[in-house]
């Protein structure tokens, strides 16, 4: 009721690694619309504001209700410069800034070519500045090379487009277990990425792989690559091979990807393995889906930093970065944890470790959706 003050209000962290965040999103009005403003900002390469957007959507999404008074945000990290947004859609439902990007052309365009596998915001911008407006035209253009992925990306834009399933990365999971059983009885195999936070969808499958022997994961990776193309359930493979090399860390380029050997797929997915059948699409009738899948291979000794890593979501990662470099001066990555003050790094062997070493109340993977 009006006039009447809140009492102990706990205080919300800056910093995603110090909130928990599940799949309930109560405020997912004011999230949307700050995500398609964070992602106008990245097509026009303005890091500052994309990031501030980002941040302020990742703080709304941890709260525990909806915000309905302005007043709501005023002791919440992250939001004081956001307000505007946040009083149009009280007031209207919806908000003026966002639907001038939604009605925006390069918008659109960016967004639809950015949506293919293979196409990033480099490569949707030169389509763009071509005059390509749509998939055909882009397809019909004779100046356009497709690199191998992403030509199977429109072969198999369909299915990838669509939401990938629990059931369905659970049928993955029993495929991949399988394979790597079949080549070595101490392989280890985690689902990781959106599923490992409970999502009931994702747009891909991640799993980390390895073998418990150090070293013998060298040629993991290359061998399920190899049986998952003899069981004829191989559309296409990105296989990187492996870079790391301790000693080129700690590394500082943090949004990069890591050093770890692995790969991007597309793999054949028969409905009959999936519990409940396959997500269902208008006009599917062949039976079996083309689906998103990575594999990540580090060595054993780096597990606890590649699950942690690969766990997400993707501000929980920048967060627990931030904060490991500005509170702690330390540098966390997929692959280790450097103290800058005692110049030496910290062992791991799980993710509770890590967070023992930052300091930081362990946040289970389900309260990571920050
Ligand atoms: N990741 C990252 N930085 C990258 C790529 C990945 O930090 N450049 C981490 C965070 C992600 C996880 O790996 O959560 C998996 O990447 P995805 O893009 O698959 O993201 P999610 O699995 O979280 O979401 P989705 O449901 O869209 O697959
Ligand atoms: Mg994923």
């Known amino acids: 009721p009006e006039g009447c003050t809140p009492t102990a209000v ?11 965040t599940t799949t309930e999103n109560n405020n997912k009005i004011f999230t949307d619309a700050f995500e398609v403003l964070a992602e106008n900002y990245e097509f026009n390469e303005l890091e500052g504001p994309c990031l501030a957007f980002r941040r302020a959507a990742s703080v709304l999404k941890s709260l525990p209700a909806a915000v309905r008074r302005l007043e709501a945000t005023n002791n919440l990290p992250c939001l004081g410069e956001h307000a505007k947004t946040v009083i149009d859609i009280l007031q209207y439902g919806c908000s003026c800034d966002v639907e001038k990007v939604l009605s925006d052309e390069r918008y659109q365009t960016l967004k639809l070519f950015t949506s293919v596998f293979g196409v990033g915001p480099k490569t949707a911008e030169k389509w763009y500045r071509r005059g390509l407006r749509s998939f055909s035209e882009a397809l019909a253009d004779p100046s356009i090379q497709l690199n191998r992925m992403q030509q199977c990306g429109f072969l198999h834009y369909g299915d990838i487009s669509r939401p990938v399933s ?19 009885p101490d392989a280890v195999l985690a689902l ?10 994702g747009h891909d499958v991640d799993f980390i792989l390895t073998t418990l022997e150090l070293g013998k994961e060298e040629n ?9 193309k003899k069981q004829g359930l191989l559309l296409f493979c990105d296989y990187q091979v492996s870079n790391f090399d301790m000693s080129k860390l700690p590394c500082h380029n943090f949004e990069a990807m890591d050093y770890f050997a692995k790969c ?36 054993m000794d780096r597990y606890a930093f590649a699950l942690l890593g690969w766990s997400g979501s993707r501000q929980f990662e920048r967060d627990l970065r931030r904060f490991a470099r ?3 001066r330390m540098l ?14 910290l062992a791991a062997t799980t993710e ?13 993977p389900w309260q990571r959706n920050a």
């Open 352 to 364: 509770k470790d890590i967070f023992a070493h930052l300091g930081v109340e362990y946040i289970e």
């Open 166 to 184: 629990k059931a369905e990365a659970q049928a993955l999971t029993n495929i991949i277990d399988e394979v790597i059983r079949t080549i070595t």
């Open 220 to 228: 993991l990776l290359q061998s399920v690559v190899r049986k998952l």
């Open 10 to 20: 706990a205080t919300v962290s800056q910093y995603a690694c110090q909130r928990r």
């Open 332 to 345: 966390l990555d997929n692959h280790a944890l450097y103290d800058k003050t005692k110049k030496e790094f």
């Open 264 to 299: 991007f797929l597309i793999l054949r997915l028969e409905g009959s393995l999936v519990e409940g059948g396959l997500h269902p699409a208008e006009g599917d009738c062949r039976g079996w889906k083309a689906v998103r899948v990575d594999l990540v291979s580090p060595p």
């Open 192 to 201: 990781t990425g959106g599923f490992r936070r409970g999502k009931e969808f």
């Open 326 to 328: 500005v509170e702690r």
